[in-house]
């Protein structure tokens, strides 16, 4: 997950985890530590009561980022397009 | 919390871009055709959808991971799950997904997150969880 993102637009209260992208709960068929994950935001429903607050779920991945990648077919037409086009980087920052 | 957890309606959202298969797809041609636009549209994903009731049409994530376990995603049978157990009072009748590649925010911001919000509160929605994918 990106939490900065998240933060940046405002949210009232943000956890975040150290999982890869696609899985936020955690792995397929994983139900209790899916159930944990959960619980564990939910949590943040009573603990979080002030503006902004962040907290950073205790949990870690099982897989090296490589590992966590492998057979991924992810092809954004974003990306496509600035492959071709890599003068149009400065364009994704300013939000296109 | 204006009361507690295990008496709240929780409903989820998620940013997969999980839409049913009966339902209308997020349009990926368009942002084939212009990448630098996302579908800003939203889905009602009714309790009990699973994922062989759903297509995920985020063309940025893995996709393989909530279409084999849409939990991975909307843990909406988790949801129930501690739903069962006391955490919250019940999980809502009605789940949201919007597809979470927004470079220009303004129509989900402006639209479909106060169409979302509305939609939650005319349904005795009272807490809301997104998992952003």
Known sequence: MIPEFTRAVGVPRLAGIAYPMSRPMGRPGDARGQREVLRALLDLLISGRAPDTYVELPYSWPETPAQARKGADVHPPIAQLLARKPWLLPKLYAGG | ?133
């Open chain 2, 1 to 133: 919390m204006a009361k507690p957890l295990s008496e709240c309606t929780v409903a989820l959202i998620t940013t997969a871009g999980v839409a049913r298969t009966d339902d209308v797809p997020f349009d990926q041609e368009r942002e084939r055709q212009d990448p630098w636009w996302g579908d800003p549209t939203y889905r009602t994903i009714p309790l009990g959808t699973t994922e062989s009731d759903v297509m995920l049409y985020h063309m940025h994530i893995d996709t393989r991971f909530g279409q084999e376990d849409l939990d991975v995603v909307l843990p909406m049978r988790r949801l129930s799950e501690l739903a069962s157990v006391g955490v919250i009072g019940r999980p809502a009748d009605t789940h949201y997904s919007i597809m979470g590649y927004q470079l220009r925010p303004q129509v989900l911001e402006t639209e479909t997150a106060p169409a979302i919000a509305r939609e939650m509160k005319a349904r005795g929605v009272d807490a809301a969880a997104l998992v952003p994918a």
